[in-house]
């Protein structure tokens, strides 16, 4: 509703104070227009009363928010907790139509719009943060494990006879559960370990041998990885997408939370550019700063996305483009510029303060010159006092977390981990063989500057007391 | 927090009146206690602020909301939008642990309570409706068609080279994309056609006969649908449960709308006490009155349910749990029988509404009697008068569109659609040949009966019309 | 906003889709268009979405929210704690302007309207309860005492050398506050005793005395009180309007909940007709089921209003304003009609079963005739067997308490108390001498049967347990 | 509730995870003992989750909100409206009972809790910011101006043949309208003009004068004011309750935003050390950022405030309380200091840019050394050029008005008024005789230095506009 073509009498509100009313709300009228028109994430944030009345207008053009509506199918979004309607600002309907997450809802027309502009202001944000080549993405209410289990689904279908996914290893178990969820064959490609900077990466000549020994028809696709724990680097993503654009081999990105980060941008830019990547994927929830559930799939090739989207066998949830969409609106162009800028003085921040951290206590942070977000730092003293008992080592984990901090990692060596039959030695560390435990953090989006103090404080006190125990 | 230990000063408030207020809360401490230890749905719906305070209190207990937290992984559940924040009441960190949705998530108490509550009450749900033989449920943050695909991957885990899904028809197109998005290789099965009730019912000796064809160790396993639209009926589960006992095969039912209904819920059990039923799967949205996207997948075999937990890769959303759990308690037992009872006898009634019409209009109401939700009337007296334009019966459909009516669906005759390279003859009718164009109306959950009346109304009126403008 | 004036991309949204839910949108828009135009309650309540999103829209048109915004006053209705403003929709001007309630607030034309339309709401309320010689009412946001003394502050500016009040006595310590906080000396008037019906009944006769003695040139007004508690009857309002007209002194009628009741309403509009009254006063929470502080104040006097509404020193809450606004458009005549007509139901059920309960124990339920709210029952037989401690009487209404039961009052004799200098003897009973004590509940509107069944049951307990106790 | 004496089955969560959040918990319980115990304003603003938690948990301990309540009253804080009820936490009942603004109310504990508390901390704020002689201080839930006539009909009580009020002119109407409004006889007394500061202050010699004249024992008592339009300065209340203690006459202060600024603060705080001051009064809206609707009265002298509280006839609302309860957890002590030096720092900056524009335009700002909140800009040289037509200089303020700045006012000589009978020539300028029309700016609370400089941006276009127009 608005107050267009109502003749607001006198006696409720004098003319002139109407007027100036009136003419204030032709300004949020255009944000609206220029929103729905260019599908562009505006240039600055919106406010909060803003965006709800955006939302309620849209979920207003949902059938099941219709006052005259007849209700005979067997799904009719009718909502029984008022609180739940509520938090979903009664949208019911969810989003796409039975099987393809991009086809339009006849029930639920506000939905279908609010779907995809989210959609459009995501790829909006991708251009504006240089991923220029990319030609369309769309928001996968999924886990980003599942999916890229999605993903390998649609390449399956066509490659139906390939196989064998070459997946550079990464210790996180559902970036390997994707593909056995998917019921393919997961070769996995270690790494090549830098003596020098005790760090991890790709090892490119394996994948192209493994290639050679399988056949490329055999192969459904290279599987890599961006973001991840120190000391693992960044796949590289460039020499790998020359190596299937070579070999006509279609090649999975898992960029998890790799939005957050110019260098990885500018790899998979260049890469898209170079070489072939099919889709690549991120979360959210880690980029976007959303509850989890989420992930965005983009590509180069539209055909691809739309493959991708017919995969999806169902109606899907909206509450995740929901929240995407509030966030995109709330933080605007402006507004996550600075969170990227911050986040990338705190990554430097949190370098300097961890290097001189291991300089007092003779430990080392490698030197991860493909890790813009996680470092690690050694534990080799504290660990050579307790050979009796390996495990010991995670107690500092565990003291850590104790007081506060969560989301530091500890690495022990020895640990052997079997997922859905395969078998990790040294799982966590990515590699075959770990000599010195070692411990990780991260600098992500929404890391604050006082939070990476008090981990100082909390990690000397520990240290010293682990120290002290363990003497 | 809450007032115990806390010493009220008789400045702020007289210590009688107090008292007699704090007594008032014991109820509550005792409903919420009875609640986690008891792990059973409530006999009485809660209100809404007691919902809102058991939600808070856990939500709480998640580390993203502690005051002290210090972030310094990768994922630590920060909101960037306010109002995203509140519609999940701070919940951010999903549910489940890297590849394992029932997994306790170390970051996240408050959110794996609620998981685990919200299953155990669903539990109690399925036990109180009369599914006795269930020993397990979860809830799946994913549309029922893709949970069917999560169901046929965990199969697959168990039987990796039978690639064979046999599928009773049912003419929607994600039931059948559950199956080509596996990768596995569906086998339909086309319905006996009742002649007298012109109806549809489950050819079980052609499930048989394609058993002995194929070889049951090729067959992954038999798919069943019982809620549908009439006139197919509801499978004949109880047979194809003994079938699928009798040759060892796993037997996977879609129950889409099922648990709303006691003749569909009765089937189910004598089908799980006499024969096999590996998982059934039923909407959260179309059984629980809530926003789209979630499923209940259940089992006889905990074990059954546990493979299947774990191949979901990665940590899934945590918003239909919420959903759910704040459905549950606010309708408890009774709300929810309350609703079954009223959803039987809007279904008893608009049965007979149509009989009724149909007999007025020369028209029949098919006899599923099997099909205890849905209900189909023919339209051969508006056809013969279009056979020049077979398409235009469903400008019918379209008329009541327009007029607020949702849900009816309008079957016209010769439709064929292809769907991953399969192709269905007169799609929609779920036959291989239809002859008679018709349309289907369901009584579902939440339906009430000034709809019913208003549909007769707005349904006279289309027909005089359409006649009208036809003649 | 809304979507006028926008071209909706087809990418967005398919057309047709679109169009018929921009369709569904008209009648929301005719609503609105319709309630500001005719200025009328609504015939139906409205949807909880319908009412906020037009709350949001008038919010918006308080400069407070304008976008651009420059607030260089010393009040600018900025604030601080989000919460608070997500209360309050936004709003922070308040109403009126510097003195006057009733006057436009140029910062806030949005809550201007609202103000007004809440009013004319108001007054189209009264009408349609069978207030039609009124002509006029609005919302003051203060307690009902704090009215009357905003009345009697209005009235003594035309009448400033007037300085006693005749007040038909009625034990509430506000209403009698309500002129000592203005200043004026109170004279009170006691009750006729009906003998038979063991009930209280103005003495006209004595209003008509004291006017002579005092000279009606030295009255400020007479001041009656319609709804009350039993066995106090309603103020004969009819005949001491005709008494105010005859001898020109203004009548202020305290008409506290009476707005809920029919019989009161018919008495107040024959008061009007044949008489004079001035204001007369009722609270909004109790007639309109709004958190407690706000009042009424009506008039036939269009010009009495306005002396009234420019009493107000200063601009004032608008909170009261949005609660009753909201109230309103989401009861609708219906609702309220079917909220009078529950209450006028229960009050029949409490009397009966009341009448019965008194039969039972010997105890009598006074005939107050004009009392259509409030019921006494005799505490006769628990109180003989009490002669030593008069006081202990009053346990059971502590002990009711305990139980759950608010709102019913214990009146024990020989209770003195002082107010403002003034000695009430057998305070509570609203007369000068009590013999018997008793005890008063009331059916009030939003009552349910349910309480009233299990009133009885506690009632009866704590009745055995008392007599028990005392014997 | 809280978790404590539940057994939480592990099922449900393991149990170190639970710990941990459970310890985690304590923080906030301790955060609230503190509050409850020690009732004083947090130091640190608590998290919006933890006020509302807190707000929750006390509306549960009123009576309407008791699960098994039975309400028989008329009176039972019964809300029809569900968004109402939400808006208000569910709290219903006010705050006091039937004619005291401090008493406890029985049926709400909560509503009684909070209101003591709220009053507690704003005594806190009160100290903390100097104002240590302060000795007590409530929230009424009126405009200031109604709150100042309730303290004279409080000191009327005491002195009920004192009927003069002498009163330090201030041209705003609410100001006057305090002692009409009480049925008073208000005595202006006018300022004295400042020449070379073009400045006003207060004439103590004439209210010295004005009480010999009168007598002593006829006054009701002196009425000063504080927060001002420049160039009035704030009344020289030092003096004046010098002379009200002298005198024996009470003082009543008007410090309606004064709050905000610490050389008022310690005027007031010297005033009541040295002299006498009965009541000082504030609003909240402009000193705390809440709403409109609110004042604080406080004093030195318990008693006095006693007797004000119970001269409110009736109970009041709990909106203005809960509005300033939830602005005071947010802010805290740190919170609300640095908006006083925000303040602080835009006032000087506002000044500055002031005088620079003045010294462009060959204007002047005078120099009010009392008045640390607001300046005026004399617009000789706009009026220099509109002899005829004098009323064209209110042309400036519309101008600014309609380009989005709120508060600024243009004063014109020449404007009389009538308020209540008397008369007051140049109304808006605070003094009998005015040469030069001005503008007057404020530095609030709450501004921001944007909005300053837009201010300007906006001033520059518009004054230049004007004289183009006005050649």
């Known amino acids: 509703m608005n107050f267009d073509g109502i003749t607001v009498p006198r006696t409720?509100?004098?003319?002139?104070?109407?007027?100036?009313?009136?003419?204030?709300?032709?300004?949020?009228?255009?944000?609206?227009?220029e929103l729905l028109e260019k599908r562009k994430l505006p240039e600055?944030?919106?406010?909060?009363?803003?965006?709800?009345?955006?939302?309620?207008?849209?979920?207003?053009?949902?059938?099941?928010?219709?006052?005259?509506?007849?209700?005979?199918?067997?799904?009719?979004?009718?909502?029984?907790?008022?609180?739940?309607?509520?938090?979903?600002?009664?949208?019911g309907h969810g989003i796409g139509r039975s099987g393809d997450l991009l086809e339009a809802q006849p029930k639920a027309a506000g939905s279908t719009l609010m779907a995809n502009l989210t959609n459009a202001m995501l790829l909006d944000l991708l251009h504006m943060l240089g991923l220029q080549s990319c030609h369309g993405c769309f928001l996968v209410p999924l886990a980003t494990g599942m999916t890229l289990t999605l993903c390998l689904q649609a390449l399956r279908k066509r490659r139906p006879n390939a196989r064998y996914v070459l997946w550079s290893?990464?210790?996180?178990?559902?970036?390997?559960?994707?593909?056995?969820?998917?019921?393919l064959e997961p070769i996995v490609i270690p790494h090549v370990v830098l003596k020098e900077e005790h760090a991890l990466a790709t090892d490119c000549q394996k994948f192209e041998q493994r290639i050679q020994e399988l056949g490329a028809h055999n192969i459904l696709c290279l599987y890599s990885t961006t973001s991840c724990f120190a000391p693992r680097n960044c796949d590289n993503i460039v020499e790998l997408a020359k190596l299937a654009?070579?070999?006509?081999?279609?090649?999975?990105?898992?960029?998890?939370?790799?939005?957050?980060?110019?260098?990885i941008i500018s790899q998979l830019e260049k890469a898209q550019r170079v070489g072939r990547i099919d889709y690549f994927v991120q979360s959210t929830d880690k980029n976007l700063m959303v509850p989890v559930g989420g992930a965005i799939v983009a590509s180069s090739d539209a055909q691809l996305l739309e493959q991708l989207a017919s995969s999806y066998a169902g109606r899907a949830s909206s509450s995740q483009t929901l929240d995407v969409f509030m966030t995109l609106l709330s933080l605007g162009r402006n507004g996550y510029q600075m969170l990227l800028r911050e986040r990338q003085q705190n990554f430097e921040y949190l370098k300097q303060r961890l290097q001189q951290f291991a300089a007092e206590h003779n430990e080392i942070v490698p030197q991860c010159k493909n890790n813009p977000i996680s470092l690690a730092l050694t534990l080799s003293t504290?660990?050579?006092?307790?050979?009796?008992?390996?495990?010991?080592?995670?107690q500092l984990g565990a003291m850590l977390h104790a007081r506060g901090v969560s989301g530091v990692r500890v690495v022990n060596v020895g640990q052997t981990k079997s997922i859905d039959g395969h078998e990790f030695k040294h799982f966590g560390s990515h590699r075959e063989l770990l000599?010195?435990?070692?411990?990780?953090?991260?600098?992500?989006?929404?890391?604050?500057?006082?939070?990476?103090?008090?981990?100082?404080?909390?990690?000397?006190?520990?240290?010293?007391?682990?120290?002290?125990?363990?003497?």
């Open 12 to 33: 409720l509100v004098p003319h002139n104070y109407l007027q100036l009313a009136l003419a204030a709300q032709r300004g949020r009228q255009r944000q609206v227009k």
């Open 382 to 394: 504290l660990n050579s006092e307790h050979n009796e008992a390996d495990n010991s080592i995670t």
């Open 435 to 471: 000599q010195t435990p070692y411990l990780t953090v991260a600098a992500a989006l929404g890391v604050h500057r006082p939070e990476i103090d008090k981990f100082f404080v909390i990690l000397d006190k520990c240290w010293t007391q682990f120290k002290k125990t363990s003497a």
């Open 44 to 91: 600055h944030g919106w406010r909060d009363e803003e965006i709800e009345q955006l939302v309620h207008q849209l979920a207003a053009l949902d059938s099941n928010n219709f006052t005259h509506n007849v209700g005979l199918g067997e799904r009719e979004a009718r909502i029984a907790c008022k609180l739940v309607a509520r938090r979903h600002y009664n949208f």
């Open 245 to 263: 654009k070579r070999e006509s081999v279609p090649h999975l990105v898992n960029n998890a939370y790799g939005l957050q980060c110019e260098a």
């Open 169 to 183: 290893r990464i210790d996180q178990k559902s970036c390997f559960k994707a593909i056995t969820a998917a019921g």
